[in-house]
């Protein structure tokens, strides 16, 4: 389907960078401008957040770069864990920072390429799929290391959420953790 058509209107002629780095931001922000450009393959973009900067929120992360972020984002509290979340293959999650090492290793990444990912406090830690036998599906997933019980429990929690609405046609949900096999 054309995006015209989608979205019901036509296309802007010269459609706005500057809208384009906020809704980024609005996003994924924190992020530096190479995060942007590695996101959107954009060039230029150093000097077209510049008229942006009176308007974002500047921050410097531990290696000295430094990162924008809309006014009004919401910051939490460092100590604070992120939630567990099941990510799609290819999800913009994983793939939209020019520094992925603050979510993936190295090691990770061959496999977020192409497999499914799972996220604990932020962090891939294993990936997952669903399979289907008969009337019950099973979430299959491979960890790069293993979770503490309370990582479990909260992956299992958000699992069980995922089969209510990812299988909500089997009579039957299970939940299998494995390594990740090399």
């Not at 459609?15 to 992020?31: C, E």
């Not at 006014?71 to 979340?85: E, T």
Request: charge should be negative; proline fraction near 7%; hydrophobic fraction near 40%.
């Amino acid at each position: 389907m054309l995006a015209e058509h989608w979205l019901g209107r036509p296309l802007a002629e010269k459609p706005s960078v500057h809208d384009l780095i906020r809704r980024y931001l609005a996003a994924f922000g924190p992020a530096t401008v190479s995060d942007i450009r590695a996101w959107s393959g954009l060039t230029g973009l150093k000097e077209a957040i510049e008229p942006l900067r009176p308007h974002l929120r500047t921050f410097r992360d531990e290696n000295g770069r430094e990162l924008f972020d809309l006014p009004d984002a919401p910051l939490p509290d460092p100590d604070v864990p992120a939630p567990v979340r099941f990510l799609a293959a290819l999800d913009n999650v994983v793939l939209s920072y020019h520094d992925r090492s603050r979510i993936v290793t190295e090691h990770q990444r061959k496999y977020a390429w192409i497999d499914a990912t799972l996220t604990v406090d932020g962090f891939v830690r294993g990936l997952w799929a669903i399979k289907r036998a008969e009337s019950t599906a099973t979430l299959d997933i491979r960890l790069f290391e293993p979770l503490s019980k309370a990582e479990e429990a909260a992956v299992i929690a958000e699992g069980e959420r995922l089969l209510r609405f990812g299988a909500a046609d089997c009579d039957n949900h299970d939940i299998r953790f494995r390594p990740v096999e090399e």
